[in-house]
């Protein structure tokens, strides 16, 4: 859990930074086919398959991007209230470790799994 001003100012540059280069990579996997062409599976294996496979695997992708972001906004708004750094599911604090690799953590190790 953060001690200072300084570690929550720290620790929100680091979340802030975070939330944005997720926003850019979501925003770069969903956007729109150039030139507004529909591509689909054929009975061949071409170029629209490989690019239908690709835009699924996009958007997958993007789901569990927007997953993160969402912890990480969810993290930014436990330090406005004063709850950073504890699990949201048991109250106990999150080790540091594990704040530190992954500083938007918001639930201990034991209720991170699903």
Do not use: N
């Amino acid at each position: 859990m953060p001690d200072s001003p300084a570690d929550q100012s720290a620790i929100r540059s680091e979340l802030t930074a975070k939330a944005a280069e997720l926003r850019a990579q979501i925003e770069e996997l969903t956007k729109p086919v150039e030139g507004g062409a529909t591509i689909g599976f054929g009975k061949r294996i071409g170029e629209g398959t490989t690019q239908a496979i690709q835009q699924m695997a996009d958007a997958s992708t993007a789901q569990t991007l927007a997953g993160v972001l969402d912890q990480v906004e969810r993290a930014m708004t436990k330090l406005d209230d004063g709850s950073y750094g504890r699990c949201d599911e048991c109250g106990e604090p999150i080790g540091e470790a594990r704040l530190e690799f992954r500083p938007w953590s918001v639930r201990c190790v034991e209720h991170a799994q699903p």
